[in-house]
């Protein structure tokens, strides 16, 4: 961005018109007298190198900055001063300016810019960048050579209007030019190679054992747990692995990294029965299903900022895929439904599912086709969450409301609520939870404080536990 700034800058005040100051320096410093006769020369010269400076800088400004390399910008600036002198046949009166002065300069800095040179082709060798600047130096040093001898020509004698006067000046300010053109070339070559900084030398680390590339299999999962390492770190540690009864399940991969956010860890999740997980597979970034018989994939390769939430539902057959929308999968056939604007999955059989929009509670068939809806209320932002449970065969769709512990019973054929109930638990007991429905048919809940599990009646609310 500074390189960039610098070129719109340098092509600014390249553009600049001939001013009046710039005649007056010049006056100064040559000792020639402006005049009228002598102005329009003069003015046609500066007009002259300024439009070559511009037609080069042109050039060098998109090669400097596509290379990132300022050498560029110098040589588009003072270009003119040394090839366009090349070309010139002014005289110069010897011993009536500094043209020694300069000449030393421009050895000074010819000698300078060798010496430079010299170190870093035997030290850092060779690079482009380097012997592209050594070639653009060379053939700067010649081209000073020659002007020189071009410019060191005695004046023909009997000169002495304001034209003729005005010719050895010119020729005084281009050799001035020409050497401090030259010596600004050739030092901006050797000191601004892209690079140029010696890189420190690293600290000798052992080389990490990468991933293993075995797969861990399975019967049950008992236990599991998530990586502790930090997500680049210590590579040849167990820990940076999802662990499944205690050993390391390498297939699984251990982080996500999230736009905007920390990495984190990936997906993983176990069925209830412990016999399948659901995992972000590490080689193929893909969603996968795995048993004691084998792997299934769930979806294709996944970047990290669209890898969804799995879950288990439905008696440990189907599984949810969550991330702007729903995909809901049977683990036996394989048949998948798509949700769009699903949010979360909360109940899935055989008849169809439950899922929450941002706004809306929806009771879907089997299909994903909508069977009916309500509005998501929330009470107070410290309720609980309602919960929902439909029943296996679709004909019956409770809601416990979280704020309140009230059961709402809707028929999901009509939409109409059925019944409207809040049970009432021994002591200072309270619902927790809605169990389904039992092998014979009616509503299991369980109590939040005793943990005991009653049969609910959805229509007159009365609780009862079944003898033993």
């Given at each position: 961005m500074i390189l960039w700034a610098a070129a719109v800058i340098t092509l600014l005040v390249a553009a600049v018109p001939v001013t009046r100051e710039r005649l007056t320096r010049f006056a100064a410093l040559t000792g020639l007298s402006v005049t009228a006769a002598n102005a329009c020369q003069v003015i046609a010269h500066f007009a002259r190198l300024r439009r070559r400076r511009l037609f080069d800088l042109t050039v060098a400004v998109p090669l400097a900055c596509f290379t990132n390399d300022p050498f560029y910008l110098v040589l588009g600036w003072c270009a003119v001063s040394v090839f366009g002198d090349v070309r010139l046949s002014a005289p110069l009166l010897r011993g009536r300016d500094n043209?020694?002065?300069?000449?030393?300069?421009?050895l000074l800095g010819l000698g300078g810019a060798v010496l430079v040179m010299g170190y870093l082709l035997t030290t850092r060798g060779e690079t482009t960048a380097l012997l592209t600047h050594a070639a653009v130096v060379i053939v700067v040093a010649v081209a000073v050579s020659y002007g020189a001898r071009k410019t060191s020509a005695v004046p023909a004698p009997g000169e002495s209007d304001d034209v003729a006067r005005a010719e050895p000046a010119i020729g005084r300010w281009s050799a001035r030019n020409l050497y401090l053109g030259g010596a600004a070339i050739v030092l901006s070559g050797a000191l601004l190679t892209p690079g140029q900084s010696q890189p420190r030398e690293l600290p000798e680390y052992s080389m990490p054992r990468p991933f293993s590339p075995e797969r861990a299999a399975f019967t049950v999962v008992d236990e599991m747990a998530e990586p502790t390492c930090p997500?680049?770190?210590?590579?040849?540690?167990r820990c940076r692995y999802w662990l499944v009864n205690g050993e390391?399940?390498?297939?699984?991969?251990?982080?996500v990294i999230r736009k905007g956010g920390a990495p984190r860890a990936a997906p993983f999740v176990r069925?209830?029965?412990?016999?399948?997980?659901?995992?972000?597979?590490?080689e193929t970034r893909r969603m996968t299903y795995e048993n004691a018989r084998g792997i299934r994939r769930l979806t294709?390769?996944?970047?990290?900022s669209e890898v969804p939430t799995p879950t288990f539902a439905g008696q440990n057959r189907y599984v949810a895929l969550v991330k702007d929308g729903a995909q809901i999968i049977d683990a036996k056939s394989w048949a998948t439904v798509r949700i769009p604007a699903a949010q979360k999955v909360h109940e899935m059989n055989g008849s169809g599912s439950v899922v929450t929009t941002a706004s809306r509670i929806l009771?879907?068939?089997r299909r994903g086709r909508r069977r009916m809806s309500l509005p998501l209320k929330k009470v107070r932002d410290d309720a609980p969450d309602d919960t929902y449970n439909l029943r296996p065969d679709g004909r019956r769709f409770v809601v416990i409301r979280g704020h309140d512990m009230r059961v709402e019973t809707f028929d999901p054929r009509t939409g109409k609520r059925m019944s409207s109930v809040t049970p009432t638990f021994p002591g200072d007991d309270f619902i927790d939870v809605g169990l389904g429905w039992s092998k014979e048919g009616t509503f299991l809940v369980r109590g939040y404080d005793s943990g005991r599990v009653y049969h609910l009646d959805l229509e007159t609310g009365r609780l009862w536990r079944r003898k033993k």
């Open positions: 043209a020694n002065i300069y000449r030393q300069a421009w997500w680049f770190d210590q590579l040849d540690d390391p399940f390498p297939q699984a991969a251990p982080y069925r209830p029965d412990g016999k399948a997980v659901v995992y972000l597979d590490r294709g390769g996944l970047p990290d009771v879907l068939d």
